[in-house]
C-alpha cells in the first residue's frame, strides 16, 4: 500500500510568490494533518481536518496560509503570498480514527525554500 | 511555547553504550508516543503508552510512561549505528486528536 503521498518534495520559490503543497492521504484514514517542522520550533501543528472538514486550525500562522481539503483523498496547503520565514519542511499526515493506539502516517515532507 | 520538553537535545555516543531520554511536560496526557525521524523522511511511530506507570519494550527500547502522565522515557540498551536519528516524544490530550510534539533529542551513534 501506498503511504502519504505529498508533492513536490522541494521547492524553492522567491518571496512574495504563491506555494501550493499537496497531499494525498492514505486511502480509508479520515483526518488529516498539516506540520511545519523548523530547528527553531521543531514540529508543529498548522491544521487537521476530520472527514475533511477543518476541525483546528489555530497553529495556521496567519492570513497567509490556507488549507483546503475537497475530497477525502486530496489536501492543499497554501503560502500566498511566500516569505522567507516560511522555509521549512512542511508535512502531511494522516490517521485512521477507528484505528488503534491513535497512530498518525507521516509523508515525506516537502522542503520549501523562500529567497 | 515548548509543552514538551526533551532531554538531552543532543547525544553522541559509542557503540554499545546505553542511553535515556526524557521527555518532560506540566501538562496531564491521555496517551503518549515516541517518533523517530530519519533525514529526509517523516517521524515514523515507535509506540504508544497510555496508561501512567506504563511500560513497553521494543527489542532494545524501553519506554515508560510517568504515573501523572506527565512524562515519559526512552532508554537504549546497547546501541547500534542504526538508532542513529532524531527521537520525538508527542503527546496527546484527552479529546483532541492532534499530536503535540516535543523538542526532539537528537541521537548519534558511533560504530
Known amino acids: 500500500d501506498a503511504g502519504v503521498i505529498q508533492s513536490p518534495r522541494h521547492e524553492v520559490t522567491e518571496m512574495g510568490q504563491e506555494v501550493t503543497l499537496r497531499c494525498k492521504p492514505i486511502?480509508?484514514?479520515?483526518?488529516l494533518f498539516w506540520y511545519r517542522q523548523t530547528m527553531m520550533r521543531g514540529l508543529e501543528l498548522l491544521i487537521y481536518?476530520?472527514?475533511?472538514?477543518?476541525?483546528?486550525d489555530s497553529g495556521m500562522p496567519e492570513d497567509r496560509f490556507s488549507a483546503k481539503m475537497p475530497n477525502a483523498s486530496f489536501s492543499t496547503l497554501k503560502i500566498q503570498p511566500s516569505e522567507p520565514r516560511d522555509s521549512a519542511v512542511y508535512f502531511c499526515a494522516s490517521q485512521n480514527v477507528a484505528g488503534v493506539g491513535n497512530e498518525q502516517f507521516f509523508g515525506p515532507g516537502t522542503r520549501l525554500t523562500v529567497l | 511555547t515548548q509543552l514538551l520538553e526533551q532531554s538531552p537535545q543532543f547525544l553522541s555516543i559509542q557503540e554499545g553504550e546505553n542511553l535515556t531520554v526524557y521527555c518532560n511536560s506540566s501538562?496531564?496526557?491521555?496517551?503518549l508516543q515516541w517518533y523517530r525521524q530519519e533525514p529526509g523522511e517523516g517521524p515514523v511511530l515507535l509506540v504508544t503508552?497510555?496508561?501512567?506507570?506504563e511500560v513497553k519494550k521494543l527489542k532494545r527500547l524501553t519506554f515508560q510512561f510517568g504515573d501523572a502522565r506527565k512524562d515519559s522515557s526512552l532508554h537504549i540498551t546497547a546501541a547500534q549505528p542504526g538508532d542513529t536519528g532524531l527521537y520525538l516524544c508527542?503527546?496527546?490530550?484527552?479529546?483532541?486528536?492532534?499530536?503535540?510534539f516535543g523538542s526532539g533529542t537528537r541521537l548519534q551513534v558511533q560504530p
Open positions: 508527542a503527546g496527546v490530550h484527552t479529546g483532541r486528536r492532534a499530536l503535540t
Open positions: 503508552v497510555v496508561t501512567g506507570g
Open positions: 486511502s480509508g484514514h479520515n483526518s
Open positions: 481536518f476530520n472527514n475533511n472538514v477543518p476541525i483546528d
Open positions: 501538562s496531564v496526557f491521555s496517551s
